[in-house]
Each structure stands twice: as C-alpha cells, then as structure tokens.
C-alpha cells in the first residue's frame, strides 16, 4: 500500500470513530460526510483555532498543527480562513498546508473597518452568540440591538449577558436592568453574571454547553474575564476595570478558540469599538420582529411609518404600545444595511434610485398642489 493510500485510510478510520479525538470541538457526523472526498485525497480535518498573518494554528487528531493558508487566500475577504473554520489539512510536510476548509454552517461577519466595501468574517460554525453587555456604564440598547442584528444573521443563536453586575450594589437596577435589554431583544435570553463571585455563570454555561460560542462585545465589557471564568483558569490576559468608569481595557488581540470544561468551545475575539452591518436584513428584521409585524399591517406596503393613513406601525406608537427609540433604532440599521448592501448590490441600487425618484415626485407634486390651494 502506498504511503498516500496509508494515509487515507488511516484518515477514512478515525473518521468513523465514535471516539475521534476532534469530537469536543464539534465534530460530528455531518462534517464527516462533508469531509469524506478529503479523507480519500490522504489530508486530515482540523479546526482552526487561531489565524495570523497568513498561518494557523488547527487542532487535529495528533495535536494543534502550524499551517499555512497560501492556497486559501482569495480576493473576497469574506472567503478567507478564519476561526472556526474546518480545514482539510497536508498529513506531513513542512511547511504543511489548509487546502480548503469545509462549507460554513453559520457565519458572524460585520462590515469592514475600512472605507472600502467589503466584509469581515469574525468566526465560523458558531451555535450560540455571546453578546457582553457591561452593567457599570450606561447601557446602549442601540448598541445591543446592532450586535444582535448581526448575531441573527450569522445563522446562531444570541445571549446577551449582562457582565460586572457585581459592580452594580442594588438588585433592583441590575433586574431593571436586564428588563431594558429584554425589550430590545425579544427571544433572546438576557442573563445577568458577576464573574468575579461566579454568579449566573452555570446558567450561562448551560446555554452555551455542548456548541461552539463566539463572545462578542465593546472594548472593556469584561469578556475576557468572563471567558476566563467559563474556561476556569486565567487563559486570557486580563487588565482591572477603573474605578472612575467601570471601563476595562480590552487586552484580547486575536481569535482564539478554546476548549471549555463543561463541554463545547468558545472562541473568544478583541473588542469591537465599531460594529457595523453587512448584509443583516434578516437579522433586522428578527431584532425588531414587533415593528415588522405591525408593518405588515400597514395600509401600504410601501408605508415609511411617517404620516400615510392606515399606518399600523404609527398607530401603535400612538398608543404607547412602541417607543420611539426603538422605532428610530429600527429605521437607522435599516438604511445603513441597505447603503451596505447598494455598495455591492446593482440591482438594489437600482431599486433604491427609483424610490428615491419616486417619492422625489411624490414630495414635488405635493409643493405644486399646496402652492395651487395658495393662489
């Protein structure tokens, strides 16, 4: 038998144990099947636990592995290896190679820092979505709602935990609290955890137990600390909140995924001083699932909730029933994702020029009707 026919059978019999040593990072039967014609070509699977600078680190069957990721390098930023990933990597050889990573299952992507159209992939195949959310500063419920949006349109499920509630002295505001996040995000469990006393991180660690989760948040929202506590050991380097504040400073750099004790992983990421859409419609439109519905009632399906009759959307800020904030929140991710999307989109871009130009005529025939009741 040939060396590279060794291999694959090698390979094809690790593959199909039960006891294969890359089950706690999620392996499962699915991705052995998506594997299979890379298991016959003699390469290995491997999860990508951290890039950097056109390398990474991929934990396979024989232990995390340095490779490089030259051949998986395209235009498109979004197609780029990155954590999470799984990877069909060269058996030996040095250097050795990622020759292709498997098809994605959920994606976590926000639009890129630049000024140039494009996107960032900040981790891939994540079941659940941890949005930190400190409870020593003013709380931003446009902020959660940004992270959620895009949290929905990965394709995993969002948590927001509300961290430092140790810093917070009376139970009533952190209740109050965690009720203000839970109107901006409705089907979304808001848990509030004190990771320096360990309050409400087995609740957390329940939820997430079992899947990959991905911690997201703004510079100084305690993630490392509390990814620290879910691991059980001070893994990520941490630097203490100040006092005048309540503010950390963020000291994670990369993206790292690491095991937890309780089962599943967590990929852990710097953080983010700006979040903004990439393509999260539908994201959106599940953040803010109350206005869609009442939309849908709306005498016009093109109503933009401002003075039509038979507004339904109106009618229920009337009421007291929607709050302005949350409506305006709406509306702004709603055009910032549909200036994303016309950037990259022609045919969206044509759509929007002729509603431009339509209600351009719309707002011109009104002046000329007034001015005519005025002569």
């Known amino acids: 038998m040939s060396s590279s026919s060794s291999s694959s059978a090698h390979s094809s019999s690790l593959l199909g144990s039960s006891s294969h040593p890359l089950t706690p990072y999620g392996w499962d ?24 600078r056109g390398q990474c ?10 490779a490089d990721t030259a051949f998986v390098t395209p235009h498109d930023p979004l197609r780029v290896v990155c954590t999470g990933d799984w990877a069909a990597v060269d058996p030996d050889g040095s250097p050795r190679y ?5 098809p994605r299952r959920t994606a976590f992507v926000r639009s890129a820092s630049s000024k140039r159209s494009e996107g960032q992939i900040l981790a891939a195949n994540v079941d659940h979505a941890i949005v930190a959310v400190s409870a020593a500063v003013d709380l931003d419920l446009a902020r959660v709602e940004r992270f959620l949006a895009l949290a929905w349109e990965s394709g995993a499920q969002p948590v927001v935990v509300l961290t430092k509630a140790d810093l917070v002295a009376d139970p009533v505001t952190v209740s109050h609290l965690v009720q203000d996040i839970e109107s901006a995000a409705p089907g979304v469990p808001v848990l509030p955890v004190s990771s320096l ?10 939820v997430v137990g079992g899947g ?8 100084g929202a305690g993630k490392s600390t509390l990814a620290n506590a879910l691991l059980g050991e001070d893994t990520m380097e941490v630097q203490a909140t100040r006092d005048v504040d309540g503010k950390g400073r963020h000291t994670t750099t990369t993206r790292n995924l690491l095991l937890l004790p309780g089962g599943g992983a967590l990929i852990d990421t710097p953080g983010l001083r700006g979040v903004g859409l990439w393509d999260a419609g539908d994201g959106v439109g599940q953040v803010f699932a109350e206005i869609e519905a009442l939309a849908a009632e709306c005498r016009f399906h093109d109503c933009a909730h401002e003075s ?3 507004c339904a959307v109106r009618a229920a800020l009337d009421a007291g029933e929607l ?11 709603l055009r910032e994702n549909q200036r994303i999307v016309a950037k990259t989109d022609a045919r969206l871009r044509a759509e929007i020029r002729k ?11 009104a002046m000329e009707a007034k001015r005519g009741r005025l002569r």
């Open 212 to 219: 990959t989760a991905v911690l997201l948040g703004q510079s």
């Open 355 to 365: 509603e431009w130009k339509r209600r351009g005529a719309q707002g011109r025939a």
């Open 98 to 102: 990622v020759r292709t990573y498997l």
């Open 308 to 310: 039509e009759p038979g």
């Open 57 to 66: 680190d991929t934990v396979t069957a024989e232990g995390v592995v340095r």
């Open 29 to 52: 039967a699915g991705w052995e099947a998506e594997f299979a014609p890379y298991a016959a070509q003699g390469l290995v699977p491997g999860r990508v636990v951290r890039v950097d």
């Open 323 to 333: 709050s302005e904030r949350r409506l305006e929140s709406y509306r702004k991710l």
């Open 197 to 206: 006393h360990g309050e409400g991180l087995d609740v957390l660690a329940a």
